[in-house]
Structures are given as structure tokens and as C-alpha cells.
């Protein structure tokens, strides 16, 4: 168990329709990334978030968005999904502070039809 | 050219084998992760290393700075290592906890 949680575990959603992914870190843990794996690749950095700014974004268009609230919970939002949006989307959480471990959700996997 | 790339894509051992994944990479770094995912999705961090070598249990993880290389190697392996390997790179920048992932090694190991 890491302590990090995320939910819905599991999304249908269709083409143009907008979601919603949450995540819990550990208390404490300042830090937020989110990433998203498509099936048979690895992770893709989408943004982090510190201290509930945006710190850092990837080649990801601004239709993904975020926000990290004070309470350690964060959201990724996804407007005008693309079929090509089907993925694993993750979260990790770190204290921000050069630590040692990012502790990783178990995902959301998203399926856009 | 990806920033990091591991060997082998696929790996097949039987029960008992000694197993080693590779990860080299073409950037500065100031960690290396090695991650561990099941099927399923979920992740779990093995490693973090900036130099020299760590070890916990069956699992030692090395990396080599000049050369921009690691290894995992697992001793005694047992079905139960069956998953997906990722090796991770942290860059430089302090306070920026973005992680660029290999794509992966995916071991199977046969009773």
C-alpha cells in the first residue's frame, strides 16, 4: 500500500465527452504528478503540481488540465476526449523536497469509445 | 533517440535463473528509479539510486554515472517477479519530481 488512492478505477466515457480523474496522496506530500501510459508504453509525464500551482507540464495539450487542492487531493481533467485519450492514467505523489520515493496510485484506466 | 532505453523488451526465465535488466541513458540525471508494475496497473518503486549500488532482499539495483547505465538484477527468481520493470530518470532540475520512463521489461519468470 502506498497511500496513494485514485478513483474511478475504471472509465467509459465516449469521443467529445469531458472526465474527471481524482487522486488522494499521502498527507504531507506537496507534490502531485500525473502521468498517463498507453497499453504497452510507458508513462508519459502529463504536469505536476506543487503547493496547488501547476510546476511543470509535458507535451500534453491544454485540454488536459489540472488541480491540487490543500487537503493533498488533486484532479486531472480531460475536455473533448480523443479516442487516442484510452490509457492507464496515473498519479504519484512525493513531499517535494528532493525525497527519495514517488509513491504511486493504482490508476484510473480510461477507455474512450 | 529516446532519453533512456532498457534491454531486453521481453524476458523468459525459468524458476531459479539470475535476472538482469538493463537501462541506459543519454541525459544528466540526479536519480534513477527502478519500478516495478503488475498487471493491473499499479506501481510500485523498488529503487532510487544516484550512485553506486542498493540492495533489498533478492533485488540489487546498480548504476555506473559516467557511463549513464543501470541494472536490476534479481536473484533466485521466482514466479512471483513476473511483471513489468520501468526504469525512470529524474532530471536535474531541484524541486521538479518529473520522471521520464523507459518503456519497460517485461519478465516472465516459469515455475
Known amino acids: 500500500e502506498t497511500g496513494v488512492t485514485q478513483s474511478p478505477t475504471h472509465l467509459i466515457k465516449t469521443r467529445g465527452q469531458q472526465v474527471t480523474l481524482r487522486c488522494s496522496s499521502q498527507?504531507?506530500?506537496?507534490?502531485v504528478s500525473w502521468y498517463q501510459q498507453a497499453l504497452g508504453q510507458g508513462p508519459q509525464f502529463i504536469f505536476q503540481?506543487?503547493?496547488?500551482?501547476?510546476?511543470g507540464r509535458g507535451n500534453f495539450p491544454p485540454r488536459f488540465s489540472g488541480l491540487q487542492f490543500p487537503n493533498y487531493s488533486s484532479e486531472l481533467n480531460v475536455n473533448a476526449l480523443e479516442l487516442d485519450d484510452s490509457a492507464l492514467y496515473l498519479c504519484?505523489?512525493?513531499?517535494?523536497?528532493?525525497?527519495?520515493?514517488?509513491?504511486f496510485g493504482p490508476g484510473t484506466r480510461l477507455l474512450v469509445l | 533517440k529516446n532519453e533512456v532505453e532498457q534491454s531486453p523488451q521481453n524476458l523468459t526465465a525459468q524458476e531459479g535463473e539470475f535476472i538482469t535488466i538493463n537501462c541506459s541513458y543519454s541525459?544528466?540525471?540526479?536519480?534513477l528509479h527502478w519500478l516495478q508494475q503488475h498487471p493491473g496497473g499499479g506501481i510500485v518503486s523498488l529503487f532510487m539510486?544516484?550512485?553506486g549500488k542498493k540492495k533489498h532482499g533478492r533485488l540489487i539495483a546498480t548504476i555506473n554515472i559516467q557511463e549513464k547505465h543501470s541494472s536490476l538484477h534479481i536473484t533466485a527468481s521466482h514466479p512471483r517477479d513476473s511483471a513489468v520493470y520501468i526504469c525512470?530518470?529524474?532530471?536535474?532540475?531541484?524541486?521538479?519530481?518529473?520522471?521520464?520512463f523507459g518503456t519497460g521489461t517485461r519478465l516472465t519468470i516459469i515455475p
Open positions: 498527507s504531507g506530500h506537496n507534490t
Open positions: 541525459v544528466g540525471i540526479s536519480a
Open positions: 504519484a505523489s512525493s513531499d517535494g523536497q528532493g525525497g527519495e520515493t514517488q509513491y
Open positions: 525512470a530518470l529524474k532530471g536535474l532540475i531541484v524541486g521538479n519530481e518529473k520522471l521520464t
Open positions: 503540481y506543487y503547493r496547488e500551482e501547476e510546476n
Open positions: 539510486l544516484s550512485s
